[in-house]
């Protein structure tokens, strides 16, 4: 191992080697974070540390297994194992955690976990159960909340106190969802995501003796992406550092980018507080991309405010300036991003490329284009192997067998394959186990409903079907056991009828689940063990090396790298988006983000934006503002992309397209915005004669006004006539508001 010290540079060393006592690695873009890691832990086990005494934890299934694998490659040579080292996710951590002292909290061992799938359909029982509407109340954006809350430490008592207290009905209604759903998952013997981390901290904080235990047991621990953790998450790391202090956190806080999963951007400093004394390693020699690019990215990333700061030098040299394309609208830019793909892999089929976006619903225009140019891509983000229908009815149905109560599970499974059990047949079973307080399970195989004979009939096949299973699968391995559902059920002979007719292959991943169980079997996995890890994957876990061009969220993008990166839709309400408007701290997040998908560029990153974007129930294009993040860039990194409607600091004059509307006004980035504070608009005026596109009517949307209060902002949208007249403006800072022309004393900027 020593000899492989001279592979790291100078501050990367200093990391492996300060094992003792608290240690804050700060490691920006690029600088070789995962090797300082992985160095350490293998550095440990030669100093003599046994394997089972260190753990290293991170944020994706996909960190933590490319972590394992470079541990072992390097202890491989010295003929040492380390298979014994913890190395997962949090959620994983604390999924074994609960198993191992379950009954500590009073929870079964065997206790399910529930995915996001699962939890919404919680949340919708909890909503049929209080008679509530859903589409007052979406149950997405109920799960969210609960989650919040979760994560914030609030009890569904504590809302409704809260709610009272503000007379708030809604956050009322909320907390009645919230209590419910909690029971219903107490019933089920599940716990979700957030449970995970809540327990787990309730375990070593509520029982000294276990605590004890696992601090004697764990002497060494690591973090990954720290900046990413959430207050349950630091919790967590205190308790389990110990006495010892053994604690060592790498982050980046330009690179906290999840505050709305309870991410805390302040956490790195917090860090020195909560461990007094803590040595602070920088890790500023960047491997991944030009220094053009890192002066960019740092150049915006300063605007915010309270940083520990870093100065990142690249081992690559200046590299080429970045390029800027303003595209009249949404599918000109997706064109000339896919056109610009298809000329890097021409001159180097090996690169790899990614378009970067703010939201996922901006994959589409370029879906389309790369499609009718036959070019190989994927869309990452979507659905995993386990998210998809069949892999989660299989999965329901063996968690069925060992839990019948799990009323989520069974209602998954209840008419699939068909057997004519409808709403109204579901709806009656729901009555009777409410007046006998039961679970459906134990309605069904009671008769507690109301239904005609032949439903009955239907109901008490299912309850003779499971109960046969349930005896027939209990000793049988997971692989098998699935075979044997699959085939009793039906399920598998009419996925595969399903599949002749639609021309899918939905059936051959019911098959390639019954392989995963059968791996995981040999490699000493339980079948408690592979349900979690069907529950706690996801969709950016199976991200594919293999193919050239990804298209994905800038969420999504965290962690990876690419040759050319293409960061599209530039504009204010997508990036930074709408809802960032409201506060500096949601605004600070956004500009991370922008910074997070500049910095996965190696050689090459292209900006782009479209003038007009069409919106959801509008027949006209809506004008856009250029986002304030590109004019933070130095003019001098940046250079217009040939075809550009603007160079990317000055204002240019179009010809007149009769196809087009005359007398938009346009202001580039930098003329519109300045460097000021957070990129508050500039006072001087606009040009005139930027072409609007197709379906626009009204000459004044695009236009540049001033209001005393708002600032200047963009009229993107004209209603009525007159004296009547309104505007809807886009300002800088407020976002979009609805204004009545004669009182609203605009100034035409």
Known sequence: MTSLLHELNERQREAVLETEGPVLVLAGAGTGKTRAITYRVAHLIEKGVPPGAILAVTFTNKAAGVMKERIGELLRAGGRDASEVWISTFHSFCARLLRREAQHLGLPRDFAIYDDDAQTSAVKRALQQLGFSAEDYPPRSLRAQISHAKNHGITPDEMQAEAAQAHDRSRKDVASVFRVYNEILRKAAALDFDDLLLRAVDLLREHPEVRAAWNARLQYLMVDEFQDTNRAQEELVRLLAGSRKNICVVGDEDQSIYGWRGAQAGNLKRFTEDFPGAKVIRLEENYRSTQTILDAAAAVVENNPGRLGKQLQATLGAGERLRFFEAPDAMAEAEYVCGEIASVMRNDPDARVAVLYRTGAQSRSFEEVLRRLGIRHRVVGGFSFYERAEVRNALAYVRLLFHPEDDVALLRVLNVPPRGIGAATVAAIEAGARESGK???????????????????????????????????????????????????????????????????????????????????????????????????????????????????????????????????????????????????????????????????????????????????????????PSRFLAEIPPDLIEAAAGSQSEPGETRRYEADPEYSEGYAYRSPRQAYGKTGYGRPASSGAARGARAPRGSKNPLIGTRVRHAKYGVGTIIEVEGEGEDRRFTVSFQDYGPKKLVERYANLQFA
């Open 439 to 625: 679970s459906l399970w134990d309605a069904i195989r009671a008769g507690q409903f109301t239904a005609g004979k032949k439903l009955a009939g239907a109901l008490a096949s299912f309850g003779e079907m499971i109960a046969a299973l349930q005896e027939e699968c209990r000793e049988l391995p997971p692989a098998e056991l699935l075979e044997r559902i699959l085939d009793r059920t039906g399920f598998l002979l009419w996925v595969e009828q399903q599949d002749n007719l639609e021309h899918t292959s939905r059936a051959d991943n019911l098959r390639e689940l019954s392989n995963a169980m059968a791996e995981a079997a040999e490699q000493g996995q339980t079948l408690e063990d592979l349900l979690d890890h069907a529950a706690l994957v996801s969709g950016t876990d199976e991200y594919d090396e293999t193919i050239a061009v990804s298209l994905m969220t800038l969420h999504s993008a965290k962690g990876l790298e690419f040759d050319a990166v293409f960061l599209a839709g530039l504009e204010e309400g997508l990036l930074p988006h709408s809802r960032s408007f409201d506060t500096p701290a949601e605004l600070e997040e956004e500009r991370r983000l922008f910074y997070v998908g500049m910095t996965r560029a190696k050689q090459r990153l292209v900006l782009s934006r479209a003038v007009y974007r069409r919106t959801y129930g509008e027949e006209r294009l809506r004008a856009s503002m």
